[in-house]
């Protein structure tokens, strides 16, 4: 029986107004996991239907929607619960391009054998950081690019201030050499890569994103187009909760096989190299240390400057976007001081998560 069917009928069990109260086991009964998958367009859903509460699902996005915040999504059990703005509006995320795209890149890389973590970046990229010759670059693992933790700073071009491993520290130059390192291995622009192998089966539509060439660093990477992780990916709200809900099932589409589920946990989890704040794992940030106590330890995210946002949450079953300008006119309050980012996403999900009345 198809998805759509299972769903209608599933929910038709809730209609029924002459039927006596139910306990709240009976209720926790019929919440039962029933799973969605997007085709071209989404199922939504009422939230009592996947155990939400719509007032408190009113509160998110109205809090979303502060400081210029301009739409968003909660999707839970693959159906959108709640949804604000103009699905159909293009935002650059900025650095939420790292996370979704760039780890996206690179676990395609490993699983497909072109690459393994800890080979150092000169065995396929000899001429990185040319720009700026060190003794230490053959030190450089691709590990230690994917957490910045390659010892780069934040210049244009970057330096070397740090030996390879021994100190985090965020880099947005060192996140795209590790972008120029993929197209040599995939021999082919990573738009196009990134379009057959995700966007394609994801069904989001060519109209739905796009991926601009390199800003700050060479248009080309031996011969081929170069695309940065630092940002550049324009991106809808709906598109951005795909890539989540990609996640969410640990690399899985509806029964095809995208990312292997052992990359997406290395992927969401953070690295025991002594990154820049302790929860970051491969341009992911995540909680599974406990660092923010309002929201689940499983809960991970991509995060672009304006706080455009996309939070993935396993045990709740929940992918959650909130879209910002790509400016810091657009960041949401919470957190110790602006550069908390990581205490702006845990202030938004704090608020998804107290919408849940089902687990």
Known sequence: MKTSALRSLFLATLAPLASPPSSNAEEANRLEAVTS??????????????????????????????????SGCVVRRGCIVKEWGDPK??????????????????????DDGLVKLDDPARKYYPEISAERPDDRLDEIT?????????????????????????????????????AELLTIRFGDDLSSV??????????????????????????????????????GLTITHR???????????????????????????IATTPTDLPAFVPYYAFFWGSNARGTFP????????????????????????????????????????????????GGRVAAFFKLVVQAVEQP
């Open 294 to 341: 309002d929201i689940p330890k499983d809960a991970f995210w991509a995060l672009g400057l304006g706080d455009s946002i996309v939070v993935v949450c396993p045990s709740l079953d929940i992918v959650a976007v909130r879209m910002g300008t790509g400016s810091r006119d657009s960041m949401l309050p919470g957190g110790e001081n602006k550069e908390d980012w």
């Open 89 to 110: 509006r293009l935002v650059d995320v900025k650095s939420a391009t790292k996370g979704t795209l760039g780890a996206t890149l690179l676990g395609l890389a490993v």
């Open 194 to 231: 990134i379009r057959r192998r995700v966007m394609g089966p994801l069904a989001i539509q060519p109209d739905e994103w796009s991926w601009r060439q390199n800003a700050y660093r060479p248009k080309t990477i031996r011969e081929h187009i170069s695309r940065e992780f630092a940002s």
């Open 239 to 265: 598109a951005l909760a795909r890539i989540g809900l990609l996640y969410l099932h640990d690399g899985d589409w509806n029964g095809r096989r995208i990312l292997s589920p052992e990359f997406v946990h």
């Open 142 to 178: 691709i590990r230690q690019l994917a957490t910045m933790t390659a010892g780069f700073d934040d210049e244009r071009p970057p330096r070397l201030v740090y030996r390879p491993g021994t100190s985090g520290i965020y880099s947005n130059d060192g996140a795209n050499m590790l």
């Open 37 to 70: 998958w997007p085709g071209r367009d989404w199922e939504t859903a009422e939230p009592r239907t996947v155990g939400m509460s719509a007032d408190r699902l009113a509160e998110v996005a109205t809090y979303a929607e502060q400081a210029g915040g301009g």
